[in-house]
T-cell receptor, first 116, second 114 residues
Framework: AQSVTQLGSHVSVSEGALVLLRCNYS??????LFWYVQYPNQGLQLLLK??????LVKGINGFEAEFKKSETSFHLTKPSAHMSDAAEYFC??????????????FGSGTRLSIRP | ETGVTQTPRHLVMGMTNKKSLKCEQH?????MYWYKQSAKKPLELMFV???????ENNSVPSRFSPECPNSSHLFLHLHTLQPEDSALYLC?????????????FGPGTRLTVL
């Protein structure tokens, strides 16, 4: 069965600094991977997703993630943090163990704080 | 604005009350979902509907009863809840149920059970 692990429940960076949020996955088949963001008092919003093809995926708001099969990782990065990036970030993987493949398995989330 | 709305945004209820949560999607999607988001726990999928048919019930207690009268509307009927049911309940929709389909989430209903 598929699963994801997010390393670090809370990450704090200075405004303008590099953002790196870590995600490792477990899957016996090629995975489909997602990053979602949740701003305060809102639902989740898709940042980016990896299905097939190019392993470096670009998303909204300047975020990108790289699928590394050898490291079973899908870390999220942004070169320069902005105050508006403060939110909760969720890594997720499609559950492909079932024929009705509608289930997404979410990680426990990483709260990103930005210091002025 | 994601095209998925939820009402009410906040709900406080006693354990003997009956209430309903409503979700509406304006995206023409065929699949809809209910999730429970509790503090310090991963999102828990509760129910999945595809073309108004329930296709997944993730071992949810019977005090939660979903209803999908059409592909645009999804309800979650609540009765005799417990304090541990207090959480943010999120509705989502996707075009279909494929493994790469993006799910679009509503803002959630913050439920408090006294």
């Amino acid at each position: 069965a598929q699963s994801v692990t997010q390393l670090g429940s809370h990450v704090s960076v200075s405004e303008g600094a590099l953002v790196l949020l870590r995600c490792n996955y477990s899957s016996s088949v090629p995975p489909y991977l997602f990053w979602y963001v949740q701003y305060p008092n809102q639902g989740l919003q898709l940042l980016l997703k990896y299905t097939t093809g190019a392993t470096l995926v670009k998303g909204i708001n300047g975020f990108e993630a790289e699928f590394k099969k050898s490291e079973t990782s899908f870390h999220l990065t942004k070169p320069s943090a902005h105050m508006s990036d403060a939110a909760e970030y969720f890594c997720a993987v499609s559950d492909l163990s079932r024929s009705s493949a509608s289930k997404i398995i979410f990680g426990s989330g990483t709260r990103l704080s930005i210091r002025p | 604005e994601t095209g998925v709305t939820q009402t009410p945004r906040h709900l406080v209820m006693g354990m003997t009350n009956k209430k309903s949560l409503k979700c509406e999607q304006h995206l023409g999607h065929n699949a809809m979902y209910w999730y429970k988001q509790s503090a310090k726990k991963p999102l828990e999928l509760m129910f999945v509907y595809s073309l108004e048919e329930r296709v997944e019930n993730n071992s949810v207690p019977s005090r939660f009863s979903p209803e999908c009268p059409n592909s645009s509307h999804l309800f979650l009927h609540l009765h005799t809840l417990q304090p541990e049911d207090s959480a943010l309940y999120l509705c989502a929709s996707s075009q279909d149920r494929g493994p790469t389909d993006t799910q679009y989430f509503g803002p959630g209903t913050r439920l408090t059970v006294l």
